[in-house]
């Protein structure tokens, strides 16, 4: 970390000296110095990121996967998406790291080490759909302000922790508790050590569910830094960004957690249908909680050709927030008519869902495969980009991918 | 007596001429290996600091070039106002966020106003005006209706 820092103030400044530093070595490395040193920003070197991803943000980082890149049934560190509201913590000392339990809620404040947390609470691996709240933003029209994510802001990993309501339990709540709050050790882009970049949280009833944990582990090692290491808090089914990162607080609440992004228009969408860029006033706006039913082709990728008579098989994964998926339909002609095809029950409650199909085309030509899914509650997917809301939430429109029979 | 002469002198020259035959022939490997062993060694240095030089004054004064009507460090297309944006909404954030979203003047004066009320932005004065002029003139709001076309396919064999 801090030797990042140096090569960072270095490039504005004096990457002059720098150079001029190196080259006393005298080689013919010079033609490629610069990129070898900033090499250490590098997001994909740093955070094991696979080559295709996409930089969306780079303060903060903001990386998404592509639909493709997605396939495998539980998700590897190198397609996971990243979205971060502030600067990564530097050096975390893991045998100082501690949890506190506090807020006008809680029985008796208490602080945790990890080794206490690790020692005292029950282990429990889940597999937990995490999508951002935001993904999809980039179809909104007018468009909506933040990060145009696409398709690839949600993963499906599997995640070893300890139950969040063992925890709470343990510290004692009170009966008037409504909501928690987390707070975590990322620091604000302006510098201002009194501002939280993000600090969110969820409902009570959320809180105590049996699969919202506070994970150590990520796919069986270590949480990687950028996705929160050595503390996260896993609230699958719901946006992402209730999941805080680098955790070292959280705090019971007696009232909705009013914690930085928890108000105004972040993760907050019209409690009722407006128009594409209809201004909406505050009191009408209420907080995303259960993400809604979605689904991904994660194979073949986009842009596929094969010869007339061959069939096409496809796979993918699809999921429902809170809820489970029942039905899964693909559509080759846009919609005008659906085949069922198969679905798997989750490993666990909140774990994403596998499908797959062979499709027959009927002649040459360009060809659009459209995948639809279906809840528990018999809500579908829409073909078309759903409800404007002003910061472009919650779009979860059928995902499709090209093909060309030939 | 002048025979002997005359022998020890061509012997002395064919031990010379084999030896520099020997020569040659541990020379031009050696040559075809290290083909620049002979030539001055202080040339590349030479070399060397004229580029690093031509390095150090791109660096130092070239911050902010602009080429193919991009400037090169933030990505922002050339324009007036450019410098103004540079110097004033990228040193918290990255010019990244500002290159993916698209806002008409509202929008973007909003989004200021935002940023000053809860991260830390300082008044812009005069500025502000010349940022959201830059904004929109130079990334202006596209309508994408309900759903677009597919795009920029990257077609392969299956």
Request: charged residues 25%; aromatic residues 8%.
């Amino acid at each position: 970390m801090k030797r990042r820092d140096f090569v960072k103030k270095a490039t504005l400044s004096s990457f002059a000296t720098l150079i001029g530093a190196e080259i006393v070595f005298g080689s013919n490395l010079l033609e490629n110095y610069v990129p070898l040193a900033l090499d250490e920003s590098d997001p994909f070197k740093m955070y094991n990121k696979h080559k295709d991803m996409v930089v969306l943000n780079d303060k903060p980082w903001n990386i998404e996967a592509k639909a493709h890149l997605l396939d495998s049934k539980v998700t590897p560190n190198s397609a996971m998406f990243v979205r971060n509201n502030g600067l990564v913590p530097n050096n975390i000392d893991v045998k100082k790291w501690t949890l506190t339990i506090d807020g006008e809620s809680v029985v008796s404040k208490k602080t945790y080490t990890l080794t206490e947390l690790k020692s005292k609470f029950k282990e429990y691996t889940y597999q937990l759909t995490l999508e951002c709240g935001g993904n999809g933003r980039s179809e909104f029209s007018p468009p909506a302000k933040g990060n145009q994510w696409t398709v690839g802001a949600v993963h499906c990993a599997s995640w070893t922790g300890i139950r969040l309501k063992d925890v709470l339990e343990d510290a004692g709540i009170k009966s008037d508790a409504v909501y928690i709050g987390f707070h975590a050790a990322d620091s604000h882009l302006s510098g201002d050590p009194k501002k939280e970049p993000i600090s969110r949280g969820c409902p009570m009833t959320k809180a105590l569910q049996d699969e919202t944990i506070l994970a150590f582990k990520m796919n069986g090692e270590d949480i990687p830094l950028i996705h929160g290491y050595p503390l996260r808090l896993v609230a699958g089914g719901w946006p992402a960004s209730v999941s805080g990162k680098w955790l070292n607080r959280i705090s019971i609440r007696n009232k909705v957690h009013d914690g930085t992004k928890m108000t105004g228009t972040a993760y907050r969408v019209p409690n009722h249908p407006v128009a594409p860029g209809e201004k909406v006033k505050d009191e009408d706006m209420r907080i995303i909680e259960s993400m809604p039913i979605k689904s991904l082709i994660t194979y073949p990728k986009s842009g596929a050709m094969l010869k007339k008579g061959k069939l096409l098989s496809i796979r993918g994964h699809a999921w429902a927030g809170e809820l489970e998926v029942v039905k899964m339909e693909y559509s080759i002609d846009f919609g005008a008519t659906w085949i069922d095809c198969t679905v798997e029950k989750p490993v666990n409650r909140l774990a994403w869902q596998h499908f797959e199909a062979k499709i027959s085309f009927p002649k040459k030509g360009y060809y659009e495969v459209w995948a639809k899914a279906t809840d528990s509650e018999g809500v579908s997917q829409p073909m078309l980009v759903p409800g404007w809301n002003p910061k472009g939430y919650l779009n979860n429109a059928c995902h499709r991918i090209a093909v060309k029979v030939n | 007596m002048l025979k002997e002469e005359d022998l020890k002198k061509s012997s002395r020259l064919i031990r010379i001429l084999s030896g520099l035959v020997i020569l040659l022939l541990f020379f031009i490997p050696f040559h075809l290996m290290f083909p620049h062993f002979f030539e001055l060694k202080s040339a590349p240095e030479v070399v060397l600091t004229a580029l690093v030089k031509d390095k150090i004054t791109e660096i130092e004064v070239d911050e902010d070039r602009i080429e193919n009507g991009i400037h090169i460090k933030t990505g922002f297309v050339e324009g007036e106002g450019l410098m103004v944006v540079v110097n004033n909404c990228t040193s918290c954030h990255s010019s990244k966020i500002i290159l993916q979203n698209r806002m008409n003047t509202d929008g973007w004066n909003a989004t200021i106003k935002w940023m000053q009320e809860t991260q830390n932005l300082w008044g812009l004065g005069v500025n502000q005006e010349i940022i959201v002029n830059y904004l929109v003139t130079n990334y202006p709001v596209k309508n994408k209706g309900r759903r677009e076309n597919l795009s920029g396919i990257d077609w392969y064999e299956l």
